[in-house]
């Protein structure tokens, strides 16, 4: 027999980074004294957590906790914070995304295949608002002609595309310079 009732919450991968005892001194990083680090929510879409695995010769082979590693570190010198969720699942970005209204100061979303049809999430991210930066390792651009619509485009601040595992550090330095003119 079936199973009865609706399927089980999907699990989340969600990691917070306390940089305050790992930030490097940096010459150029913002000095504030006004309480706690902005804190900067990166989204991760479906299959990402296979990165390194899948597809290496088109995704390259850093997996995703080098990558989150990356925007961490870029995070740290700006003297930004942290958050990650990974999720294969629309409903638990949406979540996050609406989670991060009036907590976090931006998100960077790499919303992977969600790029294309994620509607829901396009209108979460719509309702936030501070900078959103669309990430993708490759430039869909480039790619297969379904891949050349985002539904997240239209409510992102930026898109960062094309640069590999840069990107994710440049994404946070976008950020980081769009909430300095604040």
């Given at each position: 027999?079936?199973q009865?009732?609706?399927p089980?919450?999907?699990e989340?991968?969600v990691?917070?980074?306390g940089?305050?005892?790992e930030r490097?001194?940096?010459?150029?990083k913002?000095?504030?004294?006004?309480?706690?680090?902005?804190?900067?929510?990166?989204?991760?879409?479906?299959?990402?957590?296979?990165?390194g695995?899948?597809?290496?010769?088109?995704?390259?082979?850093?997996n995703?906790?080098?990558?989150?590693?990356?925007?961490?570190?870029a995070?740290?010198?700006?003297?930004?914070?942290?958050?990650h969720?990974?999720?294969?699942?629309?409903?638990?970005l949406v979540?996050?995304?609406?989670?991060?209204?009036?907590?976090?100061?931006?998100?960077?979303?790499?919303?992977g295949a969600?790029?294309?049809y994620?509607?829901?999430?396009?209108d979460?991210?719509?309702?936030?608002?501070?900078?959103?930066?669309?990430?993708?390792?490759?430039?869909?651009?480039?790619?297969?002609?379904?891949?050349?619509?985002?539904?997240v485009?239209?409510?992102?601040?930026?898109?960062?595309?094309?640069?590999?595992?840069?990107?994710?550090?440049?994404?946070v330095?976008a950020?980081?310079?769009?909430?300095?003119?604040?």
């Open positions: 027999m079936g009865e009732g609706p089980g919450r999907p989340l991968t990691v917070r980074e940089l305050e005892d490097p001194e940096h010459p150029e913002p000095q504030h004294d006004e309480g706690p680090d902005l804190l900067v929510l990166l989204l991760s879409g479906p299959n990402l957590n296979l990165l695995q899948r597809q290496p010769e088109i995704y390259g082979r850093d995703l906790a080098d990558h989150v590693h990356r925007a961490t570190m995070a740290g010198l700006h003297g930004l914070a942290l958050e969720v990974q999720s294969d699942y629309e409903g638990a979540e996050a995304v609406h989670g991060a209204r009036g907590r976090a100061a931006a998100i960077v979303v790499n919303p969600l790029t294309h994620a509607w829901s999430l396009h979460a991210l719509a309702a936030f608002e501070g900078p959103i930066i669309e990430l993708h390792l490759t430039n869909p651009g480039r790619r297969e002609v379904w891949r050349h619509r985002s539904v485009t239209p409510v992102a601040t930026g898109v960062i595309a094309g640069f590999g595992g840069d990107g994710y550090r440049l994404a330095e950020v980081a310079a769009l909430l300095r003119r604040r």
